[in-house]
């Protein structure tokens, strides 16, 4: 049981503390409620071009990394489709430092044309050498918006292309910053040996004064149901032939989330997951094959991934994966087969309660969904899945018409 107090700051800024007493490390995380399905269709790559702009310095603060390091901390962001998390540990000593560093830029992120154009050639490098310049790079490039038509979630968090970040311009730049990073759309988590109210005292004292922002409402296209299987494929210079499987699946908060990412987990967790011990081990097929899902908040993807051994016919492969599919919707699961899975996702989430920063990352991520104490419920959840609940969802998700696929042919 993870036990926190939670706190609502006049300004709107949701804050939660976590003590835990056993680490002289604190964690603080501040979560934005800003992705890339926020973004423009014609401006997109925003979200993560903030996640840098961020630390190109604030107005009091002109390199954000120095006054953190001097007091030995560490920090890193990440960005995805739902939303943008910043996160630092420290010494507890010196937490008021973190206070210092993520309350000024909340308020006070230093726009220059300097530090624009140096964040803007740093994501279009990253565009150039992640999704363009290595093999297999620009699969979700293609995937997802061969997956959504309508939907935001069609695009990457770097961007549906170059040019987007390239034409970025600083009043777009500040409108961006102006509409999402206040504190009425973040959650502030602290998580260590720390007290509660001195905690809320840091937070009255460092953020109540931030002009709360503008409330609006998200006005996101839903994604029409798919009715017809779509293909792509393309050439290119890759080692092997691969295939990029996609189907659509429930969000997040639905009720079916838990036994489909239990269903992920049979055809791929491990040497004897049904994939691995079948096509890769057993009938040699594939070099690689995985299943995962994309645990998007809106309705999200059940992806499927491999990579062919050299002559082996592409169509065959894929015939096999129908095999394995088709059994998940003709038989119930087998009792020791679900079990095993059960316990991985169980060690794995009790495990992740050991580390200080991973609480604070899941707490601020819970707490996004709706309520910070659905993370005591979550193996809870897993727990009730039964052989009946993973049936039903293959038969609802490995649907021909419910499949995007992306082909990879080697050129020779």
Known sequence: MIEFKRYLLDNGLTLIVHQDQSTPIVAVNVLYKVGARDEHPDKTGFAHLFEHLMFGGSENIPKYDEPLQKVGGENNAFTNNDYTNYYLTLPKQNIETAFWLESDRMLNLAFSPKSLDVQRNVVIEEFKQVFLNQPYGDAWLLLRPLAYKKHPYQWSTIGKEISHIENAKMEDVKSFYKKYYNPNNAILVVAGNVDPENIKKLADKWFGNIPSGEKFERDIISEPVQTEKRELSVKRKVPVNAIYKAFHMCKRLDKEYHATNLLSDILSNGESSRLYSKLVKEKKLFSELHAFISGDIDEGLFIITGKLMNGIDLKKAEQEIYVELE??????????????????????????????????????????????????????????????????????????????????????
Do not use: C, W
């Open 327 to 412: 059994k998940l919707k003709t038989d119930i699961i087998n009792g020791n087969e679900l079990l095993k899975v059960k316990n991985k996702i169980e060690s794995s989430l009790t495990f992740s309660e050991i580390n200080i920063l991973t609480k604070a990352m899941n707490l601020a991520y819970n707490e996004y969904l709706g309520d910070a104490h659905m993370i005591n419920n979550e193996i809870d959840y897993y727990l009730k899945v039964t052989g009946e609940d993973i049936q039903k969802i293959a038969k609802k998700i490995f649907r021909p018409e419910n499949e995007s696929n992306l082909y990879y042919i080697a050129e020779q």
